[in-house]
């Protein structure tokens, strides 16, 4: 494939991964909005995320597997069709529940599109530094979305209305559709998974119960909330045990073998908390507490946005130069610093003292999505592809849930964001552990013992 036509194809692959990611932060912005005409309480709001997220989180694993057994590029383009029409059912939704389900539409198609488009992208650059660029330039877009989501999101429902946020998606997926029909090519892994339903089963279950506990918990009182967190915790363990015991599981246990893989996860989950606490909070704090306008308040998060853009493919550079502890650092410190300088955020705190600490969270955020995807792949085969990028894009999902989750089951904005500083030092620590010379090694074992064992296993992605 000539250069020209691998960007082209990287080009593709980032719309998808735009409209995935604009649903997010033009949800976010609207959220007061919608609120007010479904008349929907802080936890049906918290749902109205949430339920996008977790499916996306639950099925993605799900999607890779497919992709790799009856072609990514089919599995691609039905994604673009489902998340499209489930657009079109998110602006029609006549109230919570019914909005709540559309969204469900939509994030199973989204579940095929962003795991599936990385595993194109990998198996498209096949030169380790020129992947690692790609990358790069694919976290940036996460800055674009940011950058547009919440200003479009903002511009449609102060002149609209919020079901106009839904229409955006519409003709991006219907052009991505085309494109991906001219110019991608089709391709499979070289011996197909059987599927896994058992597995899927438990992990629906364990995503499902945690958030519900820890959403629904606060109400519905502590013996409900304890309930949920048991059932979850069997879960996990019944998962961990019927993997293990699978000959082509779901999600290979054996990677966690790895320490640079392990830690990409949990650096996933805990940035990504970071991200959705920070987006559901700014939202209400700007609109509801400060009186700003959807669009003004849109207009507050270009610093974030911004920032993501620039910082996203230099960390992807520094990746594919000097490896994944620089960025990774950097990306838990700034972290760490912006959520608690936001915990000691008032209603008369100066707007570009706010918007300064908002450039800081954009720098750690930017600098984390590089070295996630690149650090959980380094040194795996790439057989499974599909299933490898899942893996990255269901931790990060997971962690947007739970951290949508948590920050609106806190009665204080200012714990919820002492819990955004511990994120960071969460990805600090993690960091520093798994990318030295110990971790390194972990990989080239756990690598080795995939290349000769049995099952079949993940994939770069």
Not at 30 to 56: C, E, F, K, M, N
Not at 122 to 136: K, L, P, S, W, Y
Not at 266 to 288: C, D, H, I, K, P
Request: aromatic share 6%; hydrophobic share 50%; with cysteine.
């Amino acid at each position: 494939m000539t250069r020209r036509r691998r960007r082209l194809v990287l080009l593709i692959c980032c719309m998808s991964l735009l409209i995935v990611s604009l649903d997010n932060t033009i949800v976010n912005v609207a959220l007061p909005s919608l609120g007010h005409d479904l008349r929907a309480p802080i936890s049906g709001l918290q749902w109205t995320v949430d339920a996008y997220t977790l499916t996306l989180a639950s099925l993605l694993m799900l999607a890779g597997s497919t992709a790799d057994r009856i072609g990514r590029r089919r599995t691609f383009q039905t994604g673009l069709v489902v998340f499209t029409a489930g657009s079109l059912l998110c602006s029609l939704a006549p109230s919570l529940g019914w909005l709540v389900a559309a969204r469900i539409v939509q994030a199973v198609g989204g579940s095929m599109l962003n795991p599936v488009a990385m595993s194109i992208i990998t198996n498209t650059f096949t030169d380790r530094r020129e992947r690692a660029q790609a990358i790069g330039v694919w976290g940036g877009v996460t800055g674009i979305s940011m950058a547009l989501g919440p200003v479009v999101g903002g511009l449609l429902t102060d002149t609209v209305n919020w079901r106009a946020i839904f229409w955006i998606n519409v003709p991006i997926g219907l052009l991505a559709l085309f494109l991906t029909w001219r110019f991608v090519p089709e391709s499979k892994a070289p011996s197909a998974r059987r599927l896994d339903p058992a597995g899927q089963v438990l992990v629906i279950v364990l995503l499902g119960t945690l958030t519900y506990g820890i959403i629904e918990g606060p109400a519905a009182g502590p013996g409900v909330s304890a309930a949920c967190f048991v059932v979850a915790a069997a879960a996990l363990a019944a998962l961990v045990v019927w993997e293990l015991r699978r000959p082509e599981p779901l999600i290979d246990m054996r990677f966690f073998r790895s320490a640079p893989f392990s830690g990409a996860a949990v650096m996933a989950v805990s940035g990504f908390a970071g991200l959705g606490a920070f987006l559901f909070l700014n939202t209400l704090y700007l609109q509801s507490h400060r009186g700003l306008s959807a669009l003004a308040a849109g207009l507050c998060t270009l610093p974030v946005a911004a920032i993501t853009t620039i910082v996203g493919p230099l960390s992807g550079r520094l990746v594919g130069n000097r490896g994944p502890r620089v960025p990774s650092v950097v990306a838990g410190v700034c972290l760490a610093v912006a959520g608690a300088l936001l915990s000691q955020v008032t209603l008369t705190t100066p707007l570009p003292l706010l918007l300064g600490i908002y450039v800081i969270f954009g720098v750690g955020f930017g600098m984390l999505n590089p070295p996630i995807t690149n650090t959980a792949v380094s040194g795996m085969p790439l057989a499974q592809a599909g299933v490898a990028a899942a893996v990255a894009s269901t931790s990060r999902q997971v962690g947007q849930s739970l951290g949508v989750a948590i920050a609106g089951s806190m009665a204080s904005s200012a714990a919820a964001y002492r819990v955004n500083a511990l994120y960071g030092l969460i990805v600090l620590a993690v960091a520093l552990l798994t990318t030295g010379r110990w971790a390194r090694a972990t990989a080239e074992r756990t690598a080795a013992r995939l290349t000769e064992g049995p099952q079949v296993t993940l994939s770069q992605g």
